[in-house]
Structure formats: structure tokens, C-alpha cells
């Protein structure tokens, strides 16, 4: 494989990663805690962690398909197609 090609893939899934994480640490603030049962209050620094969070994770993606910009070939577009289809 390319240099170039496995550098920016290897950045996507570490990107990628990060927004797994970002996602999660979003989900966990707003979803029923599972000992109560009762759903978390969003407070306006929780929301504002979120909306931070969600951003990073979309931000991530745009900065893995950018990765790929002077790119060809069959990783780029398989890359591409599955960037896709996490939005």
C-alpha cells in the first residue's frame, strides 16, 4: 500500500476511535441511568458537552474523508463509502 494512502488510513481510524469515545461519553450523559432507571436532568454545561462531543465526532469525519483527497484508488473509495455511511 501507498505510504501516503496507509498514513491517511491509519489517521481515519484513529479518528475514527476518537469519535466512538466522543460519541459514547454523549449517549452516557443523556441515557437513563441503568441502577435508577431515571433519566439524567441535562443541565446547560451537560448540553454544551454534548453538543461539544457530537461536533468533535462529525469534525473527525470530515478530517478523515479530507485524508483522502488527493487520493485514488479502491482504499479511498472504500473508505468513502464507509465514512458515508456513519452519517
Known sequence: MNPRIRAAYIDCLELLDDSVDALSRSLTSVVPSASSGAVKPLTASSTEDVLTWLSAALTNQDTCADG???????????MASNIKDLS
Open 68 to 78: 483522502f483527497s488527493d487520493v485514488s484508488g479502491a482504499v479511498k473509495d472504500q
